[in-house]
């Protein structure tokens, strides 16, 4: 069994502690990743020591960015697409290959440009060796084809998903949510943007085209040979930081305006995001664009979170810096290299909030780590597939309280953080601990950040689908452990 001292890992964005049950699942030497569910024991001692890889010249590296696929088969009403999950190495540092696991190859796998109304249909052949499946975050599906944490792709098989894209313009990803697995499967590379088009967001004149670019950051500890290290025992410990897959690098702008969708893809932590040079103004959260414009100084961004920005790099000059900084250093640079012209705009009105409907029922959740038994919960619980934890009906509203009490883990006398997404459905996030959130986070979200012993209120819109669906904590070392429960949307 853990002993104190291993359960309780120092760090996070608050200074607290994190929750730190190891999972032994290493990456074997051909790359898979074991398939045996999780047991804990405390290693400490066992396991070889690490550092980050070999060392890294800060900015030697340009920041690609993730290539756009191409539908194979284009139907009247349908875009049709293949992707293999596979095995592949990938330098995140340079020179280093590092064996990693990948949608089509790539370690941040292809984006896929949807359209609004438009349906798209994805087949994942898994060549992996163990189970994996898919869940589109952010996106409003069947739940045939949310990829339902026990509903897998075996080994040698595929599965396709069909996304309807009923919903607004969006920057959303998909990755694996395979049950006790997820965690791992994500941190070695499955992950990948999924974009949604929307007419109406076109007019609005925003940068566009090859000054709309992605951006997934992340972290990652790799040993000195630059293989990835996966120990949930200590989430805190991954000192390397990636944009798009590589550590620490530069990209090239011209001096004009450019939107960049943040991601933050990795498992565990929070980045807390500055600008060094130029203004980040705020367009948009999760599930879509703000009501109106935020400039922000800082961007706090938890796992699964997103937001759009717009950086002007005109008053650089020629041959300028502007760096984004975590508070554990550097990220990104972009070197400002060439003019441009630039007819782009960002209008003081961008999506007008309509007014929710009144919601039906109020509901509350509580977020709680066992540390004897090394279990994530929810109202004490921890996720049974077999178990729906609440019936909502259909096209309705409820408010959500719900409160991280994980101020104290095992006397410890430190908190945890957690976070919290909902399948399908969206939220309006109504308050912190009864104060209105920051304007940047005014809009419609599918995940969102909570401190310990902090308790925000969600207005959340159900979703029109039926069937089971599930909301957890998505700092995927908990989900792992069971901070799941399931809803049932009935007519």
């Known amino acids: 069994m853990l002993s104190r001292r291993r359960l309780l890992v120092l760090g996070g964005l608050t200074g607290g502690a994190a929750l730190a049950p190891f999972v032994q699942s290493e990456l074997a030497p051909s790359g898979t990743a074991s398939t045996h569910h999780p047991h804990v024991h405390d290693h400490?001692?066992?396991?070889?020591?690490?550092?980050?890889?070999?060392?890294?010249?800060?900015f030697s590296v340009r920041m690609p960015v993730p290539a756009t696929r191409v539908p194979s088969v284009q139907t009247g009403d349908t875009d049709i697409?293949?992707?293999s999950v596979q095995q592949a190495t990938a330098q995140l540092l340079p020179g280093v290959n590092t064996p990693v696991l990948t949608y089509g190859g790539a370690f941040c796998g292809p984006t896929i440009r949807a359209r609004r109304n438009r349906r798209t249909l994805i087949t994942f052949d898994n060549k992996l060796g163990h189970d994996t499946n898919v869940h589109l975050h952010g996106g409003r599906v069947a739940a045939a084809h949310d990829g339902y944490p026990t509903d897998v792709i075996a080994p040698g098989a595929g599965r396709a998903y069909l996304y309807p894209n009923a919903q607004p313009g969006a920057t959303l990803w998909y990755h694996d949510h395979a049950h006790h697995l997820e965690a791992e499967n994500v941190y070695r590379g499955l992950h990948g943007f999924y974009l949604i088009d929307d007419e109406a967001?076109?007019?609005?004149?925003?940068?566009?085209?090859?000054?709309?670019?992605?951006?997934?950051?992340?972290?990652a500890l790799l040993d000195d040979a630059g293989n990835l290290i996966f120990d949930p025992a200590d989430p805190y410990n991954r000192p390397t930081l990636l944009a798009n897959g590589k550590a620490q690098p530069y990209f090239e702008v011209a001096a004009r305006k450019y939107r960049f969708r943040l991601l933050n893809s990795s498992t565990h932590r929070v980045f807390e995001l500055t600008l060094d040079g130029a203004q980040m103004t705020q367009i948009a959260t999760d599930v879509g664009l703000l009501p109106a414009p935020v400039p922000v100084d800082r961007l706090v961004l938890s796992s699964g979170e997103r937001a759009d920005i717009v950086v002007d790099f005109a008053k650089v000059p020629l041959g300028g810096h502007v760096t984004v900084n975590d508070v554990a250093g550097p990220v990104l640079r972009f070197d400002v290299v060439r003019q441009a012209a630039d007819r782009s705009r960002v209008p003081a009105l961008l999506r007008p909030l309509a007014p929710a409907p009144v919601a039906v029922r109020d509901r509350k959740l509580v977020l709680s780590l066992d540390p004897v038994n090394i279990r994530a919960l929810i109202n004490d619980q921890v996720f049974d597939p077999a178990r729906v934890d609440m019936q909502v009906k259909r096209g309705t509203t409820e408010i959500w309280e719900v409160t991280n009490t994980d101020t104290n883990v095992g006397g410890s006398g430190f908190g945890v953080p957690h976070n919290f997404h909902t399948h399908l459905s969206h939220f309006l996030l109504?308050?912190?601990?009864?104060?209105?959130p920051p304007p940047g986070e005014g809009g419609w979200k599918d995940t969102v950040l909570i401190q310990p012993g902090e308790t925000v209120r969600l207005q959340v819109d159900i979703g029109s689908h039926l069937g089971r669906y599930v909301y957890h904590c998505h700092m995927l070392e908990h989900s792992a452990l069971g901070m799941m429960g399931q809803m049932e949307i009935v007519n």
């Open 44 to 58: 400490a001692g066992r396991v070889p020591a690490v550092r980050s890889g070999p060392a890294v010249t800060p």
């Open 81 to 83: 697409y293949r992707l």
């Open 201 to 219: 967001e076109r007019r609005l004149g925003l940068p566009s085209g090859g000054y709309d670019v992605p951006i997934m950051l992340r972290d």
């Open 430 to 436: 109504l308050d912190r601990d009864g104060k209105a």
